[in-house]
């Protein structure tokens, strides 16, 4: 104990630098506050606010059970295929950007991919799906491509990680033993990269869940659409009653894809 205390007194002080860390956070957020305005509750703002909050404990069961089109659980059955194929279809492209990317496959050469992701995560969410809303008219199938390309960006750069970290050894002794490349990918390379690459595409379909409720406010599919619509509307119950869906469908997602990614990962 005496020890830790003694390492501890003995640490390095760098007040300068936490001190001009501290300033800068300061100055950031001084600067942020003061640059926002806010203009304060619109007319009937707080009536409306209420309203949402007392909407919350008192949904639209009809809305949440029922089984026809265009209520909560078709909704979200739609919501959740919206969410898989796109997940499928960015986890499927992602890997030729990755393996570009990589700079134990491609060496100096990987800032030419590095440079497309970077790219496509910079783009905008919302325009991302307008424009395929533009281009495909809406529907589940535009809120599925939007998200294959949006999960470009984040899937590869994972996928990077996981091929930068793969075992050398590994490849070297099958090489020693005179195997080819094919080999070599079956044996040395896809074993290694699997499970990590499966927990990586899990942890995006349950992003993905959460960013097809919000495609459908563009026309996209899903039910973003209801959601907005009933909010516009002032029907705050079936607002609510979407919301509970989206709440409960992401909780049960998030509890198991949890569960299967440490299974995964870990083995336990």
Do not use: C, H
């Not at 209520?71 to 499927?92: K, N, Q, R, S, Y």
């Not at 919302?126 to 533009?134: D, E, G, K, S």
């Amino acid at each position: 104990m005496n020890d830790i205390l003694l390492a501890y007194a003995k640490r390095p002080r760098k007040y300068l630098q936490i001190g001009l860390t501290l300033f800068i956070i300061f100055s950031l957020t001084l600067w942020s506050v003061l640059s926002i305005k806010y203009p304060g509750y619109t007319d009937g703002g707080r009536v409306i606010g209420i309203n949402i909050i007392r909407a919350l404990f008192k949904p639209n069961w009809n809305r949440l059970w029922s089984l026809e089109t265009f209520d909560v659980p078709f909704l979200m059955f739609e919501t959740i295929g919206i969410a898989f194929l796109g997940t499928l279809l960015g986890a499927v492209l992602s890997v030729p950007f990755a393996f570009l990317t990589a700079k134990n496959i491609v060496g100096k050469f990987s800032f030419i991919g590095n440079t497309i992701i970077t790219t496509i995560r910079s783009i905008p969410f919302y325009l991302i799906a307008i424009m395929f809303v533009r281009v495909s008219g809406g529907g589940p199938m535009t809120g599925a491509l939007t998200l294959g390309v949006l999960s470009i960006g984040m899937i590869s750069k994972l996928y990077i990680e996981v091929i930068e970290d793969i075992d050398p050894g590994i490849l070297q002794a099958l090489d020693a033993m005179g195997a080819n490349v094919f080999e070599k990918i079956r044996y040395g390379i896809i074993p290694q990269l699997t499970a990590s690459m499966i927990s990586v595409i899990i942890y995006r379909f349950e992003i993905n869940v959460k960013n097809a409720t919000v495609l459908g406010i563009v026309g996209a599919g899903g039910i973003g659409l209801t959601l907005i619509d009933a909010i516009s509307a002032g029907r705050y119950r079936d607002a609510s009653a979407a919301l509970w869906g989206i709440i409960v469908v992401v909780m049960i997602i998030d509890f198991f894809s949890t569960r299967l990614r440490k299974k995964l990962t870990t083995g336990d």
